[in-house]
Nanobody, 129 residues
């Protein structure tokens, strides 16, 4: 059974940078497409970024394109979301999620959340001056 744990959230000033990590336990994350999602107070959860199990495909929401980068460290069974140029609108609880695709798959999605079977507990990111 895959378990996901996010870490690295915190508070940062506008324009600052922060990285959040998603560590998997029990199963290799390299068998899973990984998505990052976020939910701001009073808003629906939205997709931010995803990485296919192969790592060759990455996608980003328009709102974070060019500012966020998703990457994998398979040796540490970790997926990292590096966030730069943070804005107050990026304030949210950030969740990672996983869906099994097998090794070497090139698909992932940030729009449809229902097919992600495993979810972490979330980590808070606050952007404020």
């Amino acid at each position: 059974q895959l378990q996901l744990v996010e870490s690295g959230g915190g508070s940062v000033q506008p324009g600052g940078s922060l990285s959040v990590s998603c560590v998997g336990s029990g199963v290799a994350l390299s068998q899973y497409a990984i998505g990052w999602f976020r939910q701001a107070p009073g808003k629906e959860r939205e997709g931010v970024s995803c990485s296919s199990s192969s790592g060759r495909t990455t996608k980003y929401a328009d709102s974070v394109e060019g500012r966020f980068t998703i990457s994998r460290d398979n040796a540490k069974n970790t997926v990292i979301l590096q966030m730069t140029g943070l804005e107050s609108e990026d304030t949210a609880v950030y969740y990672c999620a996983a869906t099994w695709t097998g090794y070497g798959n090139d698909d992932c999605g940030v729009v449809t959340q229902d097919h992600y079977e495993y979810w972490g507990q979330g980590t808070q990111v606050t952007v404020s001056s």
